[in-house]
């Protein structure tokens, strides 16, 4: 799965585990796709992945 792959070749750049992740923020079109919210709730635990303000939330100041 592309998603997940990318998903944890990123952590382990950083690296990270999915456990010392606190808090994922979903933003712009594609996050919305099933497949995305489910790779992310997978890895991440779905109580850590924030899904709001998905086209507008860079424009309002969401770094990383």
């Known amino acids: 799965d592309e998603v997940r792959e990318t998903v944890m070749r990123t952590l382990k750049r950083g690296n990270l585990k999915p456990n010392e ?20 709730s997978d890895i991440f635990g779905e109580e850590k992945i924030n899904f709001f303000e998905l086209f507008t939330s860079i424009a309002a100041g969401l770094v990383l």
Not at 21 to 40: D, E, Q, R, Y
Request: aromatic share 0%; proline share 5%.
């Open 21 to 40: 992740i606190s808090a994922v923020v979903a933003t712009g079109g594609s996050s919305t796709l099933p497949i995305v919210k489910s790779t992310l």
